[in-house]
């Protein structure tokens, strides 16, 4: 429909096959300052006092790369968060009692009881696809970001009016555009046409389907997220600091990236922003070629970075999805821009020297 209508009916295909979508960081996660009682697994209060401007958030991947900054950033505006989560002793080793004691804890038979209680739910989960793919692969992909959000869909759609979210952020993918070397898209682009297409086309729909009479819904079609604890970077920082990092394939293809912070930022202005509403592109003002990428890259870990992956050994370790990284595509935030969203990181190399400080 472009990006005057429900934005439901076209696909959301993901990116860059490697570093696409948000996934589980590896690193330690700086929580917040407070203190709290060690070892308590919460479920969520379905009260709602407390300032009119305060929200409870339900999040869907909390435990990821992207969905713990997430998470800290509404701690640190006083906000409330519940966890939706498959693992309840991951969810608690990530966000342990004692220093995130604003978190409520769910597992997936206490969703519905967060969801009910949430002001807004912000749906981040599915399996990542950085992996060769098979037949069995495939369809686990697809299934584990659609099969959680028609749960959440559910789970908002039947709550009653008063204790109904607001707001329904839902992740999808710029990959929704396919890949080109020579054009560029927007909101208002068509889909492509591949299998990550097809997923996503899925994806969105489920997303779609919540009451949009009583629910503001925006759809983010996420770029390459950009910072040290995980996503892109995560894979590409060691293999510079190894001599051995370059672009991959040609170089020529489009990398249309978001600095992590920038990413968060924007999922808050989303859940507060009513002006926030249907598809739009998490992704930074001023994409680049990936050869760009890997010299700034390269710059800023002071490494060199002429030693290119050939195109033939990408298709050995990822087969079909190779052709994802190997192609690339220029994404551009036209909605985001017209928003007026300030960008703390709107060129590639100002957010790669502000990751590599904190190396």
Known sequence: MGSRGCFCKRPAAMGNLLLLLPHPAKAKLKPPTATAKRGTLFFCSLSTDGPSSTMTVSITGATGFVGRRLVQKLLSEDHKVCVLTRSAS???????????????????????????????????????????????????????????????????????????????????AIGFYGTSEISSFDESSPSGNDYLAEVCREWEARACQVNQEDVRLVLLRIGVVLGKDGGALAKMIPLFMMFAGGPLGTGRQWFSWIHLDDL???????????????????TAPNPVRLSEMCERLGRVVGRPSWLPVPEIALKAVLGEGASVVLEGQKVLPAKAKQLGFSYRYPYVQDALRAIARDL
């Open 90 to 172: 991951k969810a608690t080793s990530v966000f342990p009692a004692s220093t995130f004691p604003g978190i409520t804890i769910a597992e997936q038979g206490d969703w519905d009881k967060c969801i009910q209680g949430s002001t807004a739910v912000v749906n981040l989960a599915g399996m990542p696809i950085s992996t060769r793919w098979s037949p069995e692969i495939k369809k686990e992909i697809k299934e584990s970001r659609i099969n959680v959000t028609s749960k959440v869909v559910n789970f908002i759609n039947n709550a009653s009016g008063d204790a109904r979210p607001s707001v329904f952020v839902s992740a999808t």
């Open 264 to 282: 968060v930022d924007l999922i808050y202005e989303s859940l507060k922003n009513p002006a926030y509403k249907g598809v739009i592109n998490g």
